[in-house]
């Protein structure tokens, strides 16, 4: 298995909801990534998790709260977003030691806020 | 941050030959690569080189590496429909264990036109 999954693949959400992303690797990567990326635009870094601890939190809204509950799986919690937060967002891992550092994306998921 | 620039829009006829640039700032970067988006996907990973390497071949692409100048280039042979996608130069700015930050660069549009 070397793909990363991510569900849903789109999602549509109102500002008052609550709601999660998922993504799943079973490459035996141990630090796993969240990215947004709005339309025509590179992905931005949200969160690292290596070992299935926060490494970096590139100043993200609370609004956003990361979880890594293995090394397999990494949610993204979703509350009171604001339109603005519409994005596609990117899940990705990487492995420690390899050749050449890749990090291997996921499809992302499509997110709308109304 | 480090600034890793590309231009927006690049045209080709099919048959031809695209070039896209990158310019980046951190001269201590280990890796840089070219990741390949198409309309509504996550980023696939297309080729990358260590810098100490001045070119890399890959079947239908070449990425030569200027650290001098700090610039990057793809260069793909007989461009395809099927190649045009946004491509996005991406450098190593920070690396722990297993997680790695990536700095992406703007991006470039590419169209092939039939």
């Known amino acids: 298995d070397t793909e990363v999954t991510q569900t849903p693949k789109h999602l549509v959400m109102g500002m008052t909801n609550k709601k999660s992303l998922k993504c799943e690797q079973h490459m035996g990567h141990r630090a796993m990534y969240w990215y947004k990326q709005k339309a025509k635009k590179p992905p931005e870094l949200m969160f690292v998790?290596?070992?299935?601890?926060?490494?970096i939190n590139e100043s993200v809204p609370s609004r956003f709260s990361p979880e890594c509950p293995n090394s397999s799986l990494l949610n993204l919690h979703l509350h009171a977003l604001q339109p603005e937060d519409s994005a596609l967002y990117l899940c990705a891992s990487s492995q420690e030691y390899s050749n050449y550092n890749e990090q291997f994306f996921g499809p992302g998921t499509r997110l709308t806020v109304l | 941050g480090e600034d890793v620039e590309q231009s927006l829009f690049l045209s080709v006829r099919e048959g031809d030959s695209s070039v896209i640039n990158c310019t980046y700032t951190d001269s201590s970067s280990t890796y840089l690569y070219w990741y390949k988006q198409e309309p509504g996907a996550g980023l696939q990973l297309l080729t990358y080189?260590?810098?100490?390497?001045d070119m890399k071949q890959d079947q239908r692409l070449t990425v030569l590496l200027n650290k001098k100048d700090k610039h990057l280039s793809l260069r793909i042979a007989d461009t395809q429909t099927g190649d045009s996608a946004i491509y996005f130069c991406a450098e190593i700015l920070f690396s722990s264990g297993s997680a790695r930050q990536l700095t992406f660069g703007s991006g470039t549009q590419l169209t092939v036109l039939p």
């Open positions: 998790y290596s070992y299935e601890k926060l490494s």
């Open positions: 080189i260590f810098s100490n390497m």
